[in-house]
């Protein structure tokens, strides 16, 4: 499947990133902040379904529009998040995408994806609607 200009583009950017940096460390240099320097910042957000422990990362890490479409409350933009967040969106990242296809063959609810997105929002500091 090709993928598009911006998931490549998103791909070259994360190569670039350095994990774990500070967002204070990263200073705008000549008046420009270079937005490939801010890494990952929130911590694996864990959770437990069908006996089996699993870690997405912190929903701030996740592209604007992926988080935007699982706010709001739309159970497959909820489980694309989860897919995003499992890392699963890109198929050359064997060990996310076995995990996402392990956590997909657990019977999913409307009300476990939904107290899902919703603790996932406050663990990374977020809040519906916002």
């Known amino acids: 499947m090709p993928q598009t200009i911006a998931k490549k583009a998103a791909k070259k950017a994360a190569a670039k990133r350095t994990p774990g940096r500070a967002l204070a460390s990263v200073r705008a240099t000549d008046d420009v902040l270079d937005l490939d320097a801010v890494g ?14 699993y870690e997405v990362c ?15 409350g739309g159970v497959q933009a909820i489980r694309e998040a989860i897919k995003f967040g499992f890392g699963a969106d890109d198929p050359t990242n064997s060990e996310a995408m076995d995990n996402w296809t392990s956590f997909s063959l657990n019977r999913l609810s409307i009300r476990q994806a939904t107290a899902l997105f919703l603790n996932w929002l406050s663990h990374s500091g977020l809040k519906q609607g916002e």
């Open 40 to 53: 990952a910042e929130g911590t694996p957000f864990p959770f437990t379904i069908g006996g089996e422990r």
């Open 58 to 72: 912190d929903l701030n890490d996740l592209p604007i529009e992926v988080v935007e479409a699982a706010d709001s």
